[in-house]
């Protein structure tokens, strides 16, 4: 039993574009790849920043809004100025780039999307070279196993292996994702511990606790 990293679940063909890239070349990226945002790396590879679909529609936005009601937010306006009247990706792009590691939980990349507001995420080494994006439709890749996979392993690696817990004493029951364990441990702490682990397990949705115990340890302390 191992929590999937960033690297399990990444795209390794990665569309990148270098600094000097024009407003141009970048747009064509966007839209020959069918992509919201492309990372932008400098000559050794390292990420420097991001530039996405809204970077490029400052431009449209400034010429095309009425320069008095924007006045109102002046740090949004600086902004979107130096963005407009910027033509490549240097000038463009979103910076220090939001990155993560190849080893990281894709649970932490999933927490990073969602307080950062973002669709996606280069992975980098730990040196900052890019090796991989990684998608808010990749991390559910783990939801996506079978129901004996998971089941196989609860059984093995959660109750056998770690808990060491006699084969047949909890029986393991899945149904879409949703793992219920029926049946009786030698100690409260160990059914408590054995919902825990499974529900790290890559793929389960919720855990059922159906189980009894023979000793109450936790009402002992």
Known sequence: MQTQQVKDVMTVDVVAVPTTATFKEIADALAEHKISAVPVVDDGGIVVGVVSEADLLHKLELATSDLH?????????????????????????????????????????????????????????????????????????????????????????????TLWVIPATIDV??????????????????????????????????????MTWVLDDRSAR
Do not use: C
């Open 69 to 161: 009601r924007r006045l109102a937010d002046r740090r949004r306006v600086r902004t979107a100025k130096s963005k407009a009247a910027g033509d490549t990706a240097e000038a463009l792009m979103s910076s220090p780039a939001i990155t993560i590691r190849s080893s990281a939980p894709i649970g932490e990349a999933a927490r990073l999307m969602e307080h950062e507001r973002i669709k996606r995420l280069p992975v980098v080494e730990d040196d900052g070279r890019l090796i991989g994006i990684v998608a808010r439709r990749d991390l559910l890749r783990p939801y996506l196993r079978s129901d004996s996979a998971i089941r196989q392993d609860v059984e093995f690696e959660v109750l056998q292996r």
């Open 173 to 210: 029951f899945v149904t879409d994702g949703r793992v219920t364990l029926r049946g009786r441990a030698d100690r409260r702490s160990t059914a408590e511990i054995a919902v825990r682990l499974t529900r790290a397990v890559d793929g389960v949705v919720a855990v059922t606790d159906e």
